[in-house]
């Protein structure tokens, strides 16, 4: 029911910035709350940070937290993530996700939904 497609991953010098856009298709994205989760190698997948449906609430890892601002446009389908000051510790393979049924943000990939292909975001130090 909803399809989503990152963009805007790329390589960047740590302390460096970027913006991850996530496109939504489907009439009940504005229903979701969505979140963002990151996987390196080796590593499983963690949670980067998720917002309510209106986008008046967030969440954020605590790795992250100062320095990645999560973001909505309800009207244009899309969520973003601008990642600032970014450490080689935060590269990975970064995936969009919509929890359909949440009324919180949750942290757990396994309440999540839809995901994703993924937007690659590799920092070089």
């Known amino acids: 029911q909803v399809q989503l497609v990152e963009s805007g991953g790329g390589l960047v010098q740590a302390g460096g910035s970027l913006r991850l856009s996530c496109a939504a298709s489907?009439?009940?994205?504005?229903?979701?709350?969505m979140g963002w989760f990151r996987q390196a190698p080796g590593k499983e997948r963690e949670f980067v940070g998720g917002?309510?449906?209106?986008?008046?609430?967030?969440l954020y890892a605590d790795s992250v937290k100062g320095r990645f601002t999560i973001s909505r446009d309800n009207a244009k389908n899309m969520v973003y993530l601008q990642m600032n000051s970014l450490k080689p510790e935060d590269t990975a393979l970064y995936y969009c996700?919509?929890?359909?049924?949440?009324?919180?943000?949750?942290?757990?990939?396994?309440?999540?939904?839809?995901w994703g292909q993924g937007t690659q975001v590799t920092v070089s130090s």
């Open positions: 917002i309510s449906r209106t986008g008046g609430r967030t």
């Open positions: 996700a919509a929890d359909a049924y949440g009324i919180l943000v949750r942290s757990r990939a396994e309440d999540y939904e839809y």
């Open positions: 489907g009439r009940t994205f504005s229903s979701a709350v």
